[in-house]
C-alpha cells in the first residue's frame, strides 16, 4: 500500500506507475480515492474547529455561573449538545471514509522501481545472467517422475487415494534426499548470519491482507472452514506478520530470517496441477530468507538475497539464470524482482526454482511495522527470497546429477546430510 501523500501531491506518478503495469482499470480508483480524500480532510477539519469551539463555550461555564448568568450558562450548555451531536456525525463519516479509502488504497500498485523492464506479462521478463554451464548429456534424461519411481521413491497413487491430485508421498533414498537439501539450505543461511524460525502454518486474516493482494489471496490460500485462518503459501506470510504493529528498536535492524515450513497452495488456472510429476503441486516444502531494514538498505540486500539462492544452488551443481520480472508480471506490492531458474538438462530449458524480491514499505504500512531511532519512526521496507522449495528443486537436482545407469550422484556439500552416501542407486 502507497503512501497517501503520493495521491495528494503526485498523482500523475501514480498514474503513470499503474500504466507501466498494465492496470488501466484502477486509473480512475485514483481521481476516486483524491476525491474521498479530500471529503475526508474536510471532514477533520471541520471536526477540528467545531471541538476548538466547543472547548472555549465550555470555558466560559465556569465564570457564567459564578456571575450567576444561569440563561446564558444554558444557552452554551444547548449549544455544546448540537456540537456533540454534529461531532457524532462528523467522526462516523470519518470513519466509513477512512475505511472506502483504505479499501481502495489496498488495490493500488506500489511503486516499481525504474530499473523494471516494462512488459505485460512473464513472457516479457528478461534475463539477467548465467551461473554454471547447462550441459546436456549424450543420453536420454527420463521424466523426473520416471527417474524417482525406478528408485522407489514416488507413489502418487497412493496418495490420490489419500488426497487427491496434486499430492504425493515420496519415499526411501529419494524422501532423505529431499530432506537433506532442506537440511543443507537452513544450514547455508545459518551460515550467512540469518537467524533460524519456525514459524506458525496458518495464519489470521489481517496477516494474509497484509502480505499480499486480494487477487493473490484468492488464487492461493487455503481457507479453514468456520475460523478466521488461513494455511500459508509461504512462511514469508508468517514471518512479516511476526512483526504486524510493532515498533522495532532501529539499533536490532537489520532484522535477517531464515524459515523452513510447509506450504500449501490451491494452483488454480491456467498452469494447474501436474497430473503425473511433482513440479506443480498442492503441498510443498520451502526454505525462506525474510530481511527487514531500512529503506535506503534494501536494494542492496536484494541484490545480495538472490545471489544466496544462486550460491546455494551452484553448490549442488546445479546451473542458473536470473531473469528479471517486467512490469506487468509483478505482485501489486513488489518494488522489484527476479526469478532464480535452475536449468533442465532434459527439457534443455530453465524452470522457476526461486524468487526474491523487495516490496518497500508497502507490507509495513497495511501491518503497520515500524522502526523507531533517534529522532523519527518510520515504515520498514521489507523483502523475502527462496532458499529451496522443494519438491521442485528435487527436480532440478535429480536432473543435474542423473547418470546414465540410473543412479543419482550426491555432491560433496550435501554428503554428510546424507550419512555419507555418494550416490543414490536402484535396490
Known amino acids: 500500500m502507497i503512501d497517501i501523500k503520493l495521491i495528494r501531491e503526485n498523482k500523475d506518478l501514480v498514474k503513470k506507475n499503474i500504466e507501466k503495469k498494465f492496470q488501466h482499470q484502477k486509473l480512475a480508483i485514483v481521481d476516486?480515492?483524491?476525491?474521498?480524500?479530500?471529503?475526508?480532510?474536510?471532514?477533520?477539519?471541520?471536526?477540528?474547529?467545531?471541538?476548538?469551539?466547543?472547548?472555549?463555550?465550555?470555558?466560559?461555564?465556569?465564570?457564567?455561573?459564578?456571575e450567576g448568568k444561569k440563561e446564558e450558562v444554558e444557552e452554551i450548555k444547548q449549544e455544546i449538545i448540537s456540537y456533540n451531536k454534529e461531532l457524532e456525525e462528523l467522526e462516523k463519516l470519518e470513519e466509513e471514509l477512512t475505511k472506502k479509502i483504505k479499501t481502495k488504497m489496498m488495490t493500488i500498485p506500489n511503486i516499481i522501481d525504474e530499473t523494471v523492464p516494462i512488459g505485460k506479462n512473464d513472457e516479457e521478463n528478461v534475463e539477467i545472467e548465467k551461473f554454471g554451464e547447462p550441459i546436456v548429456p549424450n543420453y536420454e534424461i527420463p521424466y523426473h517422475a520416471d527417474?524417482?519411481?525406478?528408485?522407489?521413491?514416488?507413489?502418487?497413487?497412493?496418495?490420490?487415494?489419500?488426497?487427491?491430485?496434486?499430492?504425493?508421498?515420496?519415499?526411501g533414498d529419494i524422501a532423505r534426499l529431499h530432506s537433506a537439501m532442506l537440511s543443507y539450505a537452513r544450514d547455508f543461511m545459518i551460515n550467512k548470519g540469518f537467524t533460524y524460525c519456525l514459524p506458525p502454518f496458518m495464519?489470521?486474516?489481517?496477516?494474509?491482507?497484509?502480505?499480499?493482494?486480494?487477487?493473490?489471496?484468492?488464487?492461493?490460500?487455503?481457507?479453514?472452514?468456520?475460523?478466521?485462518?488461513?494455511?500459508?503459501?509461504?512462511?514469508?506470510?508468517?514471518?512479516?506478520?511476526?512483526?504486524?504493529?510493532?515498533?522495532?528498536?532501529e539499533k536490532k535492524l537489520p532484522i535477517t530470517l531464515t524459515s523452513y515450513s510447509p506450504c500449501f497452495r490451491k494452483e488454480v488456472g491456467a498452469h494447474g496441477i501436474e497430473e503425473r510429476g511433482i513440479y506443480r503441486v498442492h503441498?510443498?516444502?520451502?526454505?525462506?530468507?525474510?530481511?527487514?531494514?531500512?529503506?535506503?538498505?534494501?536494494?542492496?540486500?536484494?541484490?545480495?538475497?538472490?545471489?544466496?539462492?544462486?550460491?546455494?544452488?551452484?553448490?549442488?551443481?546445479?546451473?542458473?539464470?536470473?531473469?528479471?520480472?517486467?512490469?506487468?508480471?509483478?505482485?501489486?506490492?513488489?518494488?522489484?524482482?527476479?526469478?532464480?531458474?535452475?536449468?533442465?538438462?532434459?527439457?534443455?530449458?530453465?524452470?522457476?526454482?526461486?524468487?526474491?524480491?523487495?516490496?518497500?514499505?508497502?507490507?509495513?504500512?497495511?501491518?503497520?511495522?515500524?522502526?523507531?531511532?533517534?529522532?523519527?519512526?518510520?515504515?520498514?521496507?521489507?523483502?523475502?527470497?527462496?532458499?529451496?522449495?522443494?519438491?521442485?528443486?528435487?527436480?532440478?537436482?535429480?536432473?543435474?546429477?542423473?547418470?546414465e545407469d540410473g543412479s543419482i550422484n550426491i555432491p560433496s556439500s550435501l554428503q554428510p546430510y546424507m550419512g555419507g552416501i555418494k550416490k543414490i542407486e536402484a535396490k
Open 32 to 66: 476516486e480515492i483524491e476525491n474521498l480524500d479530500i471529503e475526508f480532510r474536510n471532514a477533520k477539519q471541520k471536526g477540528d474547529n467545531l471541538r476548538a469551539l466547543k472547548n472555549s463555550k465550555s470555558s466560559l461555564i465556569g465564570n457564567l455561573m459564578r
Open 203 to 249: 495464519i489470521r486474516s489481517d496477516v494474509v491482507t497484509g502480505v499480499m493482494s486480494f487477487e493473490e489471496m484468492d488464487a492461493m490460500m487455503y481457507k479453514i472452514e468456520n475460523e478466521d485462518l488461513y494455511l500459508i503459501g509461504t512462511s514469508e506470510h508468517s514471518m512479516i506478520g511476526k512483526f504486524q504493529n510493532q515498533i522495532v528498536d
Open 147 to 171: 527417474i524417482i519411481e525406478k528408485l522407489s521413491g514416488l507413489d502418487k497413487e497412493a496418495a490420490g487415494r489419500t488426497s487427491g491430485n496434486g499430492f504425493y508421498y515420496l519415499m
Open 283 to 403: 503441498q510443498f516444502e520451502k526454505q525462506e530468507m525474510v530481511v527487514l531494514c531500512k529503506q535506503e538498505e534494501a536494494m542492496n540486500w536484494y541484490n545480495k538475497m538472490w545471489q544466496y539462492t544462486v550460491d546455494f544452488f551452484r553448490s549442488l551443481d546445479i546451473p542458473v539464470r536470473t531473469l528479471e520480472c517486467c512490469s506487468g508480471d509483478l505482485a501489486d506490492l513488489k518494488v522489484k524482482s527476479c526469478d532464480i531458474e535452475a536449468w533442465s538438462p532434459r527439457q534443455q530449458k530453465y524452470f522457476e526454482v526461486g524468487s526474491c524480491s523487495t516490496l518497500g514499505d508497502a507490507q509495513a504500512r497495511r501491518l503497520g511495522i515500524r522502526a523507531k531511532g533517534d529522532d523519527k519512526t518510520y515504515y520498514l521496507s521489507t523483502l523475502n527470497n527462496t532458499v529451496l522449495a522443494t519438491p521442485r528443486g528435487l527436480i532440478a537436482f535429480i536432473e543435474n546429477n542423473y547418470n
